[in-house]
Each structure stands twice: as C-alpha cells, then as structure tokens.
C-alpha cells in the first residue's frame, strides 16, 4: 500500500509540474493585421494614429488566472489619411499571447491636451489575437469628441463653495472656487447629442443641491461657446 500510495503522489506531482510548463509560440510565425479606424457618425477617419502589437508570456499562478507579463512591442503602425492600417509582425519565440493595442492618451480623453479626443465604440484597446499566422482584420468605431467652451460666473451671493461642474462626457474632478468673476472651462462633447451640465454644492448642514442646464447638440466640429450666470436661489434640494 505504500509503495502504491507513494507512486500516486509521484504521479501528482509530475502532473502538476506539467501544468506548470512554460509553453512559447515558436519564432517565425507571421501575421498580418489590418482594418481601419473611422468614425462614420461624423464621416471622419482617425489619421497618423499609432497601433502596437503587444508580445505578452502568460505563466500559471497561484489562482485560476495566469500571470500576464509584458514581453515587449513586436511591431507597430500608423493609420493613413483614411484611417486605414495595414502592416504584419513576426513572433520573437518569446512569449504566448499577442495583442493588438491602440495607443491611448487618457489626457486625450479627459480633454487636458489639444490632441484628437476620442472613444471606440466597438472595440477594446487592447484585442487578443486568436490565430497567428493568418491575415486577421480589425476594425474600430470611433466616436470623436468636439470642444465647447462653457464660461461660468458665480453671483456673489452664491453660498456654500466650492461648487463642482459635472459633464457627461468626462470624470475630470473640476470646481468653481470663486464668485463675481468668469471662468471658463473647455470639454470635449458629442457634438451630435444633447446633453447636460450640473452645478452641485452641499449646504453647511449636509444637504446636496445643484443646478442642472439642459445642453442643445452643437452640430459643429468648431470651438462652440456658452455663458451661465448662476444665482443662489438657482441652486434646489435634490
């Protein structure tokens, strides 16, 4: 009975190391990936934007879910004057799972630089590539994001400061700390919907309020501008 129990736990053992092993796609192996970047809600392709093909080596763990370590950028592209990419990578031998991934500025998104503003509506950054070796096409729907510059002033009897600004299109934490002056905010919006701006405060005994402006679609690409001149009597309990 031992001997028996101790060649099961042998046995055990080796299947557990086998599960272990570190298996690599081989070297060599060419892929080619293809497709285009274009938002056809506004007609608009995405241009010059970059695309990378991540090596990435997928080890067991301690759970139910692999360890994923970055091996390196095998590749890369750019889109063309339509949007259009189109380029193949070969594999290092190195690791066991590659991904095409599109290069994303979160600063873009958030509207803090003066770069495209974008989303992908069908797609995510980062998109597995199931079977090397094959041509593969991938194509996104992108969804630009236009600026309005919303100029806010604060009636100097306005209460209860700072008062924060919430806009549907961004989780940018931004507040209006002053009263008797404007200020100007830009955000970047789907120009194609309406939408809305809230003002919210809390009262020194804890009670939430805001002011909420209901936001025509702009229809433009250009800079749209818009005024509010807020009271203290706008604000109501909500």
């Keep these: ?3 028996r129990f101790d060649f099961s736990l042998l046995l055990l ?13 081989p070297s060599g192996i060419e892929t080619r990936v293809y497709g285009r ?15 990378r093909i991540g090596e990435y080596n997928l080890t067991p763990g301690f759970g139910s879910a692999p360890n994923i370590d970055f091996i390196q950028y095998v590749d890369s592209s750019t889109t063309d004057s339509a949007g259009f990419f189109d380029f193949a990578f070969t594999t290092s031998g190195q690791g066991d799972r590659y991904q095409l991934e599109v290069d994303f500025d979160y600063d873009n998104y958030f509207g803090l630089t003066d770069d495209n503003v974008f989303g992908l509506l069908n797609q995510e950054l980062s998109t597995e590539l199931d079977t090397l070796g094959v041509d593969n096409e991938i194509n996104y ?15 100097s009897d306005v209460q209860f400061l700072p008062i924060r ?3 549907p299109f961004s989780r940018v934490v931004d507040n209006l700390t002053e009263t008797g ?6 955000y970047h919006i789907d120009k194609n919907l309406s939408w809305q701006i809230e003002l919210t405060r809390t009262t020194s005994d804890g ?7 209901d936001m025509p679609a702009t229809n433009s690409t250009d800079l749209a501008e818009f005024e509010f001149y807020i009271n203290d009597s706008d604000f109501i309990d909500y």
Excluded: W
Excluded at 13 to 25: G, H, N, R
Excluded at 141 to 155: H, I, R, S
Excluded at 207 to 213: D, E, K, L, M, T
């Design 1 to 3: 009975m031992k001997i």
């Design 165 to 167: 600004i919430r806009e």
């Design 37 to 51: 970047m274009y938002d056809s809600q506004n007609e608009l392709p995405l241009t010059n934007h970059k695309l």
């Design 141 to 155: 729907e992108v969804l630009f994001f236009f600026p309005v510059n919303l100029k806010f002033t604060l009636d």
């Design 13 to 25: 053992l080796m299947l557990v190391l086998s599960s272990c092993e570190d298996i690599f796609e």
């Design 181 to 186: 002056v404007g200020i100007s905010r830009i």
């Design 207 to 213: 009670q939430a309020q805001h002011v909420i402006f």
